[in-house]
Each structure stands twice: as C-alpha cells, then as structure tokens.
C-alpha cells in the first residue's frame, strides 16, 4: 500500500504545473514573434508547406518544462559506478539547451543512482582480473551471432550456470537486458492470446507485449483482486466477438518494480496462475541478486519453487555489474527461442569480457570461488536497506515500497523540487537520481535512491544527514 498523496500537496502541485504550462504558451508566443530566440527544432521556411516533422504541440512538454530541470539528468561520469564516482562539471548558459563542460571534475560523489546492487562493479577485483585475462585471450566483440560464428565456450558455460544459479532446466543469455522482453514476449504469444499486465510494468515489456499482436489488458498494480477479475472474464468470455477461449494467457509481473520500490505478491499470483491455467512471465531486472537469502532473486525471498514460474527472466546490468540479460526455465521453452527469437537470431553474440564478469559474479554470489564474499554482500546490502529505509521515515519522508526493497523512492510531488532537490544533493557531493511526469504519475514526482552493498552506514549517514 502506497501513502496518498496530501490533498494540500496535490492541489500546490497542480497549480504549480499549471503556472508552467501558463509561461509556456507565453514563452512560445514570444519565440513565434521573434521576441525571444527559438532553440527547439523547427522546419526551414522551404519546407513549410510539408508535412511538419517537428511537431510543436507534442514537443511542448519537453520544451517548457523538461528543458527548466535538463541538467538534473545525463550527467556525465567519468570512473567505476561505485558507491561513490567522479562527475564532469558542466554549465549552461541558455537555460539547459546546450552545455559546455569547464574541465573540472568533481570527485568522490557519494553515488545513490547506480543499481549497482552488490557492489561488482569496480575496477579491481576478482571479476576485473578475471574479465581482463578473457579479454586478452578472446578480444572484446564477437562480430557475429549465435547461430553462426559467435557461439563461443564462454556464452555455454554461462548459460550453465544461470540455469543452475535459478534452479531451472536451462537458461539463455542475451546481449541486452530491454531486447531480452521486448524480443522474447512475441516469440511467446500472438494473436489469439491474452496478456495481463501489471499497470506499472517497466516500457520493455509494455513493448513487447505490443509488438506481440496479443490482446493486452492492464490489471491494478500488484493488486491479486483486478488480476482475478482479469482473468474470470478471459476464461468466461474468451475472444471478443467469436468467443472462443484464448490460445494462451500470459501474465506479465516484475520482482521488484523500479519506480515504486514495490515487491510482487509473487504467492498469489502463482496462485492464481495455477488457479486458472494460464502462463507467468517474471522479469527480476532487479530482484535478481538484490533479494533473498541467497540472493536468487523474489522467488528466493518468497521460499518458492522455481518450476511454478514459466518464464524467467532477468539482467545482468544491476546486481551482476555487466550487461545483458537472460530467460531460464523448461530446456523446450529456451530450445524453442533459440530459434524463434529475434534476440538469438539477429543480435551480436555478448562480448567475452562482458559474459566472464557475469560467470565470476555470478559464483561469487553462489559461494563457488571457495569465499563468502557474495553472501556477505547479500546480508550487506539487505542491512543497509533496511537501515536507509528506517531512517528516512523516522525523519518524516513519504517513502515509497517494501521495507527489503533496495529501491528507494522519496516523494518530492512538486515541480519545482525535482531540479532543485537534484542540484543541492549534487552541491553536497550526493549524486541521486529525480523522476516526474511522465515517468510518474503528474503529482507523484520522487527522488529514487538505489542501495548498493558498497555503502557504508557513514555514507549512508552523510546522505540522510544532508
């Protein structure tokens, strides 16, 4: 359960999205006549008479009100997304529609932003000395695909120990963690079937689902009931005019979601998935390696069977400290998209560097390098989330999510904090990321703060302190 926003709060933030909207015509009425300079894209005067490419009404948002808070956003690092990184010092002279970098680089930010969940991404280490003597031996691309010269030893052995990581049949790994939803969700479905959604599910899936040609319906955020509902109408009505029954209901869920913070009621809908026979998609983007006492992920934290979900999936660029992403469960689910997937057809094999920082993370966290270091920082990074989020409430912060999740959202709800809270955190040496419409709801701007087993409680400290 989410706390409401205050009505107080909801109306300020209304009038004060509505004073920016109101500048904002203003603003394009000057530029129109030429009182105020025009910095957005516009069609030359020959082209005029075209079809528009650039079109104004659409871009007004970004115009407006993005451009006023654009240097909360992109910033640019220039070290290892620790627990704390060096950031380029860049200024604005046209009010963010252009930067220019001074030269000076501000050290030592503590780094709030990176979901850099346990702490493997660094530039010494185990997986550093092991990913730099791949490098040496096999290069740093692969120049082809799967199916054809870029099957290498090191993507099979990778696979291998996802699948036993998750507890599955079989496993495979792909070279980007959006492509791995949006790709693999039309493989799984088409027309005929249904997909039920969670309202709040990250945009890979919102678009795989509709590349997919499947009927999509979208049930309340992590709510069992709207779900249910879902899926008696499917079961008693079927297919809208010919009335029979779906080819196949997938239900699309995430571990952890990014925004909120909030858990899955993983229990229930397995529940409800074997209830009413239709299929489960869990995307642990970042739940993997984030949750439970062995670090497995929301089945782990639930004490689940692995068997009960369909489709597994998750990514390599949180938790592992890489890049990538990977489906596990049943060998005829993943010999199948081995061959009807887009992702393992087309794409460009991982780089090897890449898939050996996975595979020494990966038993780091197991306990397979003969060290407890990956359980340390499970139990480090569980602490430390709990600790972060006990504090900021006792401090009065409206905080969004479940008390184990290392997703951390502060409501900032008005306009006006989001660049403000952004820029005094930076001029304290705090790098933290601010989120707002449409991103979020129009009155649910927040602050997202990601823990990572790399903070220290005096890190921790200076950040809540400040």
Same mark, same amino acid.
């Given at each position: 359960a989410f706390e409401? #926003?205050?009505? /107080?709060?909801?109306? /300020? #933030?209304?009038? +004060?999205? +509505?004073? *920016? #909207? /109101?500048? +904002?015509? *203003?603003?394009d009425f000057m530029r129109q006549w030429k009182i105020e300079k025009c910095q957005n894209a516009t069609e030359r005067e020959e082209q005029k008479d075209f079809v528009p490419l650039y079109q104004d009404f659409e871009n007004f948002y970004t115009r407006n009100l993005y451009m006023r808070i654009r240097d909360s956003w992109n910033r640019p690092i220039c070290s290892v997304p620790g627990a704390k990184v060096d950031m380029m010092e860049r200024v604005s002279h046209d009010y963010n529609w252009t930067f220019t970098y001074t030269g000076r680089v501000i050290k030592d930010i503590i780094n709030m932003g990176s979901y850099n969940y346990l702490g493997f991404a660094q530039k010494a280490g185990t997986c550093q000395e092991a990913a730099a003597k791949v490098l040496s031996q096999y290069g740093a691309g692969v120049c082809s695909t799967r199916q054809e010269m870029g099957n290498l030893d090191k993507h099979e052995e990778l696979e291998k120990l996802v699948a036993r990581f998750l507890g599955v049949e079989s496993a495979m790994a792909y070279g980007m963690g959006f492509a791995t939803n949006s790709m693999n969700i039309p493989a799984l479905v088409g027309k005929g079937c249904l997909i039920l959604s969670d309202e709040l599910n990250h945009a890979s899936l919102v678009l795989g689902a509709r590349l997919s040609g499947a009927t999509i319906r979208i049930f309340k955020h992590n709510n069992m009931q709207s779900l249910e509902k879902l899926l008696k109408d499917a079961i008693v009505h079927g297919q809208p005019r010919t009335r029979r029954p779906w080819k196949k209901i997938l239900i699309l869920v995430e571990g952890i979601y990014s925004m909120e913070g909030s858990i899955v009621r993983l229990p229930e809908v397995i529940a409800l998935k074997k209830k009413y026979k239709s299929y489960l998609y869990l995307d642990e983007a970042h739940s993997i390696g984030a949750l439970g006492p062995s670090g497995r992920g929301v089945v782990d934290y639930f004490g689940l069977n692995p068997e009960d979900v369909d489709i597994m999936m998750g990514t390599f660029t949180k938790s592992f400290g890489a890049a990538g992403g990977y489906i596990g469960g049943k060998k005829e689910l993943i010999d199948y998209l081995r061959t009807y997937s887009h992702s393992a057809v087309y794409a460009t094999s991982m780089s090897p560097p890449v898939v050996e920082q996975i595979i020494t993370s990966v038993k780091c966290i197991m306990g397979e390098d003969g060290t407890t270091v990956g359980k340390a920082r499970v139990q480090q990074l569980a602490e430390n989330t709990r600790y972060f989020r006990r504090r900021l409430k006792e401090m009065g912060f409206i905080i969004y999510g479940n008390e184990d999740s290392p997703v951390v959202p502060l409501m900032l709800y008005m306009p006006a904090k989001i660049g403000a809270f952004g820029r005094e955190m930076l001029k304290r040496n705090i790098g933290v990321v601010v989120v707002g419409f449409p991103a979020t709801p129009i009155i649910e701007s927040r602050a997202r703060f990601c823990l990572s087993a790399a903070h220290t409680k005096e890190m921790l400290d200076r950040v809540k302190i400040l």
């Open positions: 409401e #926003t205050p009505m /107080l709060v909801a109306v /300020l #933030t209304y009038v +004060g999205y +509505g004073v *920016l #909207t /109101l500048f +904002g015509y *203003l603003r």
